[in-house]
């Protein structure tokens, strides 16, 4: 078995980056499939902390390939911003590869992101207003600018200029704000394109030798399921697909050729702009898990929202995406509450539901089912054995596995590399 998916299970800022992180000391390679700059990976490795939005999680490993992707947007001042301050730390970013089949995000894409999710009132999604939606929309109308465009002088000028045509129209006349100047565009994108010309293949064929020849390949989620653009809490969700499905469609790597997959799950909830979220904690509960957690936005610095586990969340991921192993982490957030909820079922005008509901009306309405657990009030930050946990954490978690019939694979007691439990110990095997 060569390649792990790693996907975030409930609104994203699981852990992701963390999981990623410590897997890929066994992966050779670690690939972003889908989203963007939107994302906000953090990594803490002796004491350091590396918040990564574009690149790959790891980067931090001399000698890995990081691979970004055909389905990811790509903001090239973000890539190369983040670059730079990697060499700055001493890392070795020439093992970065990037698709040239993968969507430029241009200016007029963030500048539309950030007025038109205002303009929406109180209908905002709260996005990053990283121009994510926008480029993604650009690309399913067809107008979209990919990397190979912006390779090419010419084509990228003649594309450039039909487009801005096009974005300075609506710049103007819905979003009331001055036009972008052509000229300026172009200068600036064909800096960026000199400087990551170096990095651009056609990471399709790469990745599917990489495949052929045995290397572990770790791919890496941004986002999470909620937040999917089919399966999540439409429309409060982001533009991509950060279920596993997506990584095929997001690598040109073929279902069959993903062997596990590992979803990340928050040992509570949070959520990060608008949108449903059924075990929320508006009151004292919820100021409590955010301020043990210091849950507040590694990309936007909002404070998050935060609730209860939502196993019912879980469990549909775990459908959506064949979790074979739960990563779950930031248990430690959980050690000094003298209880803990978890939400094992909706109830819905008297009826649990079976599944997860389509509609937000009905998302909104439902009366999670809670099961309450004694907290253990005991430090697990230093843990490093399952068997050692305390017994309320270990009923904890089991009863998750139990709920959503998937087994845990990793406990995650604190940010370090160190402060992780593995129950399943080869992921590669
Ligand atoms: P991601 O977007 O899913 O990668 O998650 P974020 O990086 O946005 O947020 C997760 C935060 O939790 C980061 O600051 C991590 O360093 C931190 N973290 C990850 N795992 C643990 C853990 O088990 N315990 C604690 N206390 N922090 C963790
Ligand atoms: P990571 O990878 C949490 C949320 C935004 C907003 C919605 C749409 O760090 O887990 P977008 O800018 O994508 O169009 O915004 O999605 N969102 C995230 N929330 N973690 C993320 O990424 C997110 N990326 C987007 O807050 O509600
Ligand atoms: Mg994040």
Redesign the pocket.
Known sequence: MSTVVIT?TQW?????????DYLAQQAETVVRFQGGSN??????VHGE?Y?LRLLP?GILYKGTHNIIANGVVVDPEVMLQEMDAMEKRGIDVSGIRLSDRAHVVMPYHRLMDGIGDEARGKEKIGTTKRGIGPCYMDRDDRIGIRVCDLMDKEEFARKLKANLARKNQELQAIYHHEPLEYEDVLEEYLGYAERIRPYVCDTITLLNEEIASGRRILFEG?Q?TMLDIDYGTYPYVTASHPVSGGVAVGTGVAPKKIDKVVG?VKAYCTRVGEGPFPTEQLGAVGDKIREA??EY??VTGRPRRTGWLDACVVRYAGLLSGIDYMAI?????LDDFDEIKMCTGYRYKGELLPGMPASLKVLAEVEPVYETFPGWKTDT?CIRDYDALPEQAKKYLERLAETTHIAIGIV????NRD?TIILAKDMFA
């Open positions: 975030g994203g800022d699981e852990g992701k980056g963390k999981i990623v994302a906000g990976h953090t990594v803490a902390e918040k999680s941004a999470a990340v957690g210091h936005g590694t982490t930031r248990l430690d957030i930050s995650s007691v604190g940010p402060q």
